[in-house]
């Protein structure tokens, strides 16, 4: 099994195999980000972080971490991966496909 990390604040977290209830955090939370980060996008990319990371960092530490959009735009495909979206392109064009 390949072992997926990213880096916050200079820390350096596991990306693991998530639960149904990480996932029902997660996965309505990718649908948002179509509206890019200015307009709600990074309330969800930070509701997709904390729940990707839920028993390794809390959410009040998580919002205290000094870190940067870079980290977070990084941090977002390592997450689609593993919840088995290919892509946050993917995850984006599934909800449009819905909506049709």
């Keep these: 099994m390949t072992t997926h990390t990213l880096t916050l604040g200079g820390r350096r977290f596991a990306v693991e195999p998530f639960t149904f209830d990480q996932l029902q955090r997660i996965l309505p939370a990718f ?3 179509k509206h ?3 307009e709600g996008g990074l309330d ?3 509701e997709i972080i904390a ?4 028993g390794q960092i809390g959410e ?3 919002a205290q971490l000094r870190t940067s959009l870079g980290e977070i735009l990084a941090a977002i495909p390592v ?6 979206l290919a892509s946050v392109g993917e995850a984006l064009a599934g909800t449009e496909r819905k909506r049709r």
């Excluded at 729940?51 to 839920?54: D, G, P, Q, R, W």
């Excluded at 997450?79 to 088995?84: N, R, T």
């Design 79 to 84: 997450i689609a991966e593993v919840s088995g």
């Design 31 to 33: 649908a948002r980000l």
């Design 60 to 62: 009040a530490e998580l």
């Design 36 to 38: 890019g980060l200015a």
């Design 44 to 46: 969800a990319a930070r």
């Design 51 to 54: 729940a990707a990371l839920m």
